[in-house]
């Protein structure tokens, strides 16, 4: 009877440390950073972003989720005026542009010169753009906007100011598609499909005239802090 509660506790303490290394072995627990950063993204840019990492066993790959906001040159205001509104030419013009952009990135850490930790990135783009013209004196104001999609890639490093918290110098670019510009009552479609377009102007005419992101590069410094 000795020798069964013997091997009952023996077996008891084998089993409760091969479990407490297989809690150790195979529970992950993701890390998550989150960061801002300015610089220039075609204009001023202002960037925030939340990254997770370690959220799957043998996964190399971080994702991040970003929102950015920008100022641009929104374009030519006459040439604007002429292709979405009218001839007129009076008023002293009077323009800004803005552009929301949303951001999904996979990072991946490679050894880069003496750089500790450096990563390269890559996804995809969501952009809301919109470009105000105000012809002062002239009675005439509007807003021409675009939604597009694109693809970045670029490349970022990381150093340490104190634990959990990062100095990050990101340069990238990012690619926009062609989409629609509309504005007032008129819309500018890249495959045609134009809706009360003026005097036979077409897409292209629109596009020369406005500012809606194509190729954007990107230079930002920033910091992040890791939960």
């Known amino acids: 009877m000795k020798k069964l509660y013997v091997f009952l506790i023996v077996f008891f303490c084998c089993y409760t440390f091969v479990s407490a290394q297989t809690e150790q072995t195979f ?5 998550v950073t989150a960061g801002i950063s300015v610089g220039y993204t075609g204009g001023f840019g202002l960037q925030g972003n939340v990254m997770i990492s370690n959220f799957a066993m043998d996964f190399p790959l971080s994702v991040r989720f970003g929102i950015g906001y920008s100022t641009l040159n929104p374009g030519n205001p006459a040439d604007a005026r002429r292709i979405f509104i009218n001839d007129a030419t009076n008023g002293v013009p009077e323009k800004s542009g803005t552009d929301w952009n949303f951001r999904m990135d996979f990072l991946y ?5 003496s750089f500790r930790r450096f990563y ?35 490349a970022e490093s990381y150093f340490t100011v104190v634990p959990s918290f990062d100095l990050v110098f990101s340069a990238g670019a990012d690619y926009y598609f062609n ?28 596009d020369q005239a406005i500012n ?16």
């Open 179 to 206: 989409s629609a510009i509309y504005g007032h009552d008129t819309t500018y479609s890249p495959d045609g499909q134009n809706i009360n377009t003026r005097r036979g102007y077409t897409f292209y005419d629109a």
């Open 212 to 227: 809606q992101p194509k190729v954007v590069v990107r230079a930002l410094l920033g910091f992040n802090y890791h939960f």
């Open 109 to 113: 850490r490679v050894p880069f010169m």
């Open 27 to 31: 529970v992950h627990k993701p890390f």
């Open 120 to 154: 390269l990135f890559a996804g995809a783009r969501y952009s809301a753009f919109s470009a105000e013209f105000n012809f002062v004196d002239g009675n005439e104001f509007f807003n021409i906007n675009s939604n597009q999609w694109g693809l970045g890639f670029g």
